[in-house]
């Protein structure tokens, strides 16, 4: 069964910085490209970004682009979000998920971010 956990989550004044960790099991993370997705208040699940397997391709979402970066530690099964310059747009629950097509069934339970002064 896929177990995914996220932390690293809190409130921070706009311009700060968080990490996020994701820690998995269950599945082989190892092999598997992973996502970081979000969830503000009364809105979707939205796609923040993407890690393949080998941390040789990443991607972003342009809200976020040249403010947030990525990685995994494979070793570790942890998948991590460095998240600089935040803005109060960014509040939301985050959530590491295998992508699944885009539905991202297969998530953790999310850690909040809040982003406010």
């Known amino acids: 069964e896929v177990h995914l956990v996220e932390s690293g989550g809190g409130l921070v004044q706009p311009g700060g910085s968080l990490t996020l960790s994701c820690v998995a099991s269950?599945?082989?993370?190892?092999?598997?490209?992973m996502d970081w997705v979000r969830q503000a208040p009364g809105a979707g699940l939205e796609w923040v970004s993407s890690?393949?397997?080998?941390?040789?391709?990443?991607s972003f979402a342009d809200s976020v682009k040249g403010r947030f970066t990525i990685s995994r530690d494979n070793d570790a099964n942890t998948l991590y979000l460095y998240m600089n310059d935040l803005k109060t747009e960014d509040t939301a629950v985050y959530y590491c998920?295998?992508?699944?097509?885009?539905?991202?069934?297969?998530r953790g339970q999310g850690t909040q971010v809040t982003v406010s002064s």
């Open positions: 890690i393949n397997r080998w941390s040789t391709l990443t």
């Open positions: 998920a295998l992508p699944d097509g885009g539905r991202w069934s297969r």
């Open positions: 269950g599945f082989d993370f190892s092999t598997s490209t």
